[in-house]
């Protein structure tokens, strides 16, 4: 089994959707959570931090689900720029290496 | 957006030779690592420093070593390029390793082992 999953996609939605991405890792014992959006060719961008309670930026909110070991990532009123690859992102414990997922691909469009 | 550059941008080579990609940070940050990004997997880390002269195996470390004499400096060097090689390379640095440690990435190289 994989560290991280996650659906690759792509998810085509108009602009204006909501459109939710999952996320599942295996390991029990990880402590930190991120998403990460990465544009076509270039580098990865912290998009926000996951935390237990969950979390809201804007028209972004995270979810996570310790006892299912799922992260949930839904974004609402999408727009063309929200176009990118979302990249899930897994920490077993402070000072090791970040976990990344393969990336679920998003596309809006007018 | 955080201070790291990496040079080359782009790179193509053949196999055997010795390739040294720089990554260099105005952040005075004391962590710094490389990771590769392939298509079909997730980006992969291959080293990473925890200070001038400290550094530490990763995930896919076979075939790179690095070296970090400045804080501000990181290097990854392929002894001797082969195909499989051929990746983007990406740097990131962070503050420190904690709970909340985000990492910053750099632009990238894109190399090519002929």
């Known amino acids: 089994r994989k560290e991280v999953e996650q659906d690759p996609g792509p998810f085509n939605v108009p602009e204006g959707a909501t459109v939710a991405f999952n996320c599942t890792y295996s390991n029990s014992a990880s402590q930190s959570f991120f998403w990460y959006r990465q544009d076509c060719r270039k580098e990865p961008k912290l998009l926000m931090s996951?935390?237990?309670s969950g979390n809201e930026d804007g028209r972004f909110t995270a979810q996570l689900n310790r006892a299912s070991q799922y992260i949930s990532l839904l974004i609402r009123d999408s727009k063309l720029s929200d176009s990118a690859t979302y990249l899930c992102v897994v920490r077993v414990t402070a000072g090791t290496a970040l976990i990344f997922g393969k990336g679920t691909t998003l596309s809006v469009s007018s | 957006d955080a201070g790291i550059t990496q040079s080359p941008r782009h790179k193509v080579t053949e196999t055997g030779t010795p390739v040294t990609l720089r990554c260099h940070q105005t952040?005075?940050?004391?962590?710094m690592y490389w990771y590769r990004q392939d298509p079909g997997h997730g980006l992969r880390l291959i080293h990473y420093?925890?200070?001038?002269?400290?550094?530490d195996k990763g995930e896919v470390s076979d075939g790179y070593s690095v070296s970090r004499s400045k804080t501000e400096d990181f290097l990854l060097t392929l002894e001797s390029a082969t195909s499989s090689q051929t990746s983007v390379y990406f740097c990131?640095?962070?503050?420190?390793?904690?709970?909340?440690?985000?990492?910053?990435f750099g632009p990238g190289t894109r190399l090519t082992v002929l």
């Open positions: 996951v935390y237990s």
């Open positions: 420093s925890y200070g001038v002269k400290d550094t």
């Open positions: 952040e005075n940050h004391r962590y």
């Open positions: 990131a640095i962070s503050e420190d390793r904690g709970r909340s440690d985000t990492q910053y």
